[in-house]
């Protein structure tokens, strides 16, 4: 059979077609280079589900080299971008090379209402070093040097993660790589609440309530640096049922081998709770939700806690049995009290 040049001519033309890695016709061909994003997951919580969509709107990602730990890059998004489905941030740019991936994820807001309530090290690309990034909670330094803070906290979330950015030079890893990061949050709502044993009422204006711990700066790795103690105060107080009395806090990462102390005072200055461990009532009541996890991975996944504490007729609180979020739980003093 003879063939006219012309039909050879279309048949080349269309076997490079086929094989052409920028072909918009033949979308499930393979691509010639490769491409990376990152991608997010929030189910580190007491739902076991991913609500990073709902939760997060702002991420600063960090990428330094695995063996001299230098950083070199830098990647931020924030806004409504993030509640959209399967976001990713697109690594486009990014040298080849294997990196160490930090993500704190809640820093920027655009909250009208709240100010930022976290700031990173200021981190220079090309010689700042993973061990100089930290992420330090805003708190009010008073003239004693004392360190207060009565704010509600931004939701701050931390990941950590290892990926390989592939270059021209590997021509068998082209495509799309596509790495996922998971986040744990560090923030914490409590709620206090003293319930009048006696069912006279409480005076929510004669209670003073304190949380100490000196948790507000975090390390690369969401370890808890050196820091001064934080004395947290209720960013509200009020009345909750007919006798009782309440107060809300926002605090920063509860540690499983470290005492978060709650102190709360009346206007005699008598202690009605006095320096009680809030992290070591937390974990009194893990086991009650039918999930296997040790006493970290329970204070990372729950970070709403409430403590209520039954008043008796002398103003104090028995230091035997209090609730935890709803359950009830008999204590030992010798090992809530720091």
Not at 30 to 36: D, E, I
Not at 158 to 167: D, K
Not at 205 to 219: M, R
Request: charged residues 25%.
């Amino acid at each position: 059979m003879a063939y006219k040049f012309s039909d050879i001519l279309l048949s080349l033309c269309l076997a490079a077609t086929l094989a052409s890695c920028d072909s918009v016709i033949y979308e499930d061909l393979p691509l010639c280079v490769a491409t990376h994003d990152v991608r997010f997951v929030w189910d580190h919580n007491m739902d076991f589900s991913d609500r990073f969509a709902e939760s997060v709107r702002s991420v600063s990602l960090y990428g330094f080299d695995r063996d001299t730990q230098v950083l070199r890059w830098i990647r931020t998004e924030k806004g409504e971008a993030l509640a959209a489905d399967r976001f990713a941030v697109d690594l486009d740019g990014v040298p080849a090379g294997e990196y160490s991936v930090v993500a704190w994820c809640g820093v920027e807001n655009d909250s009208d209402d709240l100010p930022d309530s976290f700031t990173l090290s200021d981190m220079t690309v090309g010689s700042s070093t993973l061990y100089q990034l930290q992420c330090r909670m805003e708190r009010e330094v008073r003239e004693d040097g004392s360190h207060h803070s009565s704010s509600r906290l931004h939701d701050l979330f931390h990941g950590v993660t290892s990926m390989t950015v592939y270059g021209d030079d590997n021509p068998d890893k082209t495509g799309h790589h596509s790495y996922l990061l998971d986040l744990k949050k560090d923030t914490n709502r409590v709620h206090v609440e003293l319930r009048s044993e006696t069912g006279e009422a409480l005076d929510p204006a004669a209670y003073t309530y304190t949380i100490t711990e000196a948790n507000g700066l975090l390390h690369h790795d969401n370890s808890l640096l050196d820091d001064e103690p934080i004395t947290y105060h209720p960013f509200a107080v009020g009345e909750t049922r007919a006798t009782g009395v309440a107060a809300d806090f926002d605090v920063c990462r509860l540690m499983a081998d470290r005492h978060a102390a709650l102190t709360v005072t009346d206007a005699s200055g008598r202690k009605v709770v006095d320096n009680v461990s809030i992290t070591s009532l937390a974990l009194k009541v893990k086991d009650n939700y039918g999930h296997a996890m040790d006493d970290q991975e329970y204070l990372d996944r729950q970070d709403s806690h409430t403590f209520s504490f039954d008043v008796s007729s002398d103003g104090t609180w028995s230091g035997a049995v209090l609730y935890v979020n709803s359950w009830r739980v008999v204590l030992m003093s010798d090992v809530i009290f720091e």
